[in-house]
């Protein structure tokens, strides 16, 4: 049997369905309930309880002192950015190897996009070729660490954690630390996912958590910001909601804000599903071993495993193929695809992509390998039926 076939057949083994997607959302819960009563007493926008009982659980969940919700989770990272001291111009670390919008909310805030490449252990950023990276490239200055290639200051390090596996955030607390760089997290995909008792996301200022349709908890569209700082949870709150001044009835706001409010209704469904994510994740954790279990007579592909002292979320299950059978990684797509078993390979790189090409960045080799190595495989928590 070619590798391809073989994908195939382990992949069906497990989610016994001749048609199924990548990462489908379930609300099998009090999804209906409470959006409906969002319509029926009115409150369907940019107030209501919902949002506030959103805001609460979210912060009870992750450990986090505040949560702020907002639209979507690249405007939130925007934000948090802003207020970690993100300036025009300035350089803003991050991974090679991640989804758009982590370099974009970088170019949003006007500063531009420092590329790092990946921890094969991880898949996240490699926080000892960082340190090493930084002590060749950078100094400090009064106002911090520059870039003495480009002579910009290098302001902040945006973590990613990838398909949920954390990145070593201690280390890279301490590398952080010790070249004055605010550490603020994409956390976007992580939502459950622990290194020892400690959520990802309260380890930097700051943390942005997506809710985008294809997350594991879904709020059709969203996103949050969590913190423990109250001053900055404090201004996120009111940097965007169009920075208006509590009063009864006055319309004043007091600088030039965002509107990047969570709808109640969409806080509705967010409180629903969170009701519901230790299932979502017992069931991929559940569905992850199942995959490593089929796929362990095969060994020219391995299932990414969670590294000991965390607990991952296994948002998006993956396949790393062993670089002789990379190679046939479009093959192993095109066929699984075909066969109606939905895979995908990851993001193409970000400094591949036309409006980021002459970014800076370090050498990326485990970057470019990893790109060329990855499968993610079908993710739903539906796929365990006993569980959801
Ligand atoms: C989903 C995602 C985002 C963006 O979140 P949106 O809510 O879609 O704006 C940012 N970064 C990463 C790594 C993501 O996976």
């Given amino acids: 049997m070619s590798i391809a076939a073989t994908v195939l057949d382990r992949i069906q083994r497990v989610t016994q369905a001749p048609k199924v997607s990548l990462h489908e959302p379930t609300f099998g819960g009090n999804e209906l309930k409470y959006v409906t009563e969002c319509i029926q007493t009115g409150w369907v926008s940019s107030v209501g309880e919902y949002v506030n009982r959103f805001e609460r659980e979210l912060a009870a969940y992750t450990g986090a002192a505040h949560a702020v919700v907002v639209s979507n989770g690249t405007s939130g990272l925007q934000v948090i950015l802003e207020l970690a001291g993100v300036r025009r111009d300035d350089e803003v670390l991050v991974p090679a190897l991640s989804f758009v919008a982590t370099a974009n909310a970088v170019r949003h805030c006007g500063a531009w996009p420092h590329f790092v490449d990946s921890d094969p252990r991880t898949l996240g950023m490699d926080v000892d070729k960082l340190d090493a990276y930084l002590r060749d490239v950078t100094e400090q200055r009064e106002d911090g660490c520059y870039n003495r290639r480009t002579n910009r200051r290098i302001a902040a390090v945006v973590p990613m954690h990838t398909f949920g596996h954390p990145v070593d955030m201690p ?19 992580s939502l459950g996912s622990w290194i020892g008792d400690r959520h990802t996301g309260t380890f930097g200022r700051c943390a942005m958590l997506s809710f985008n349709g294809n997350k594991i908890v879904t709020t059709g569209g969203g996103g949050a910001i969590i913190t423990n700082d109250a001053a900055l949870a404090k201004r996120a709150k009111h940097l965007t909601t169009t920075a208006k001044q509590p009063h009864a009835w006055a319309f004043f706001h007091d600088e030039v804000a965002y509107n990047f409010r969570m709808p109640n209704l969409n806080a509705a469904m967010g409180c629903a599903q969170l009701e519901r994510i230790g299932q979502f994740i017992e069931a991929k954790r559940l569905l992850a071993s ?6 362990r007579d095969v060994p020219e592909v391995s299932l990414f495993l969670e590294r000991p002292g965390t607990t991952v979320n296994y948002w998006l299950q993956t396949l790393l193929l062993a670089p002789e059978v990379a190679p046939q990684r479009d093959e192993i797509l095109t066929v699984a695809n075909a066969a109606g078993q939905m895979t995908r390979p990851v993001w193409e790189l970000l400094y591949t992509l036309p409006m980021y090409g002459t970014c800076e960045r370090m050498d990326t080799p485990v970057a470019d390998d990893l790109a060329r190595r990855i499968v993610n495989l079908p993710s739903s928590p539906q796929l365990i039926p006993g569980v959801i």
């Fill in 290 to 295: 199942r995959y490593a279990e089929a796929f």
């Fill in 171 to 189: 280390a890279l607390m301490a590398v952080a630390e010790r070249h004055r760089l605010e550490v603020v997290e994409d956390a976007a995909e």
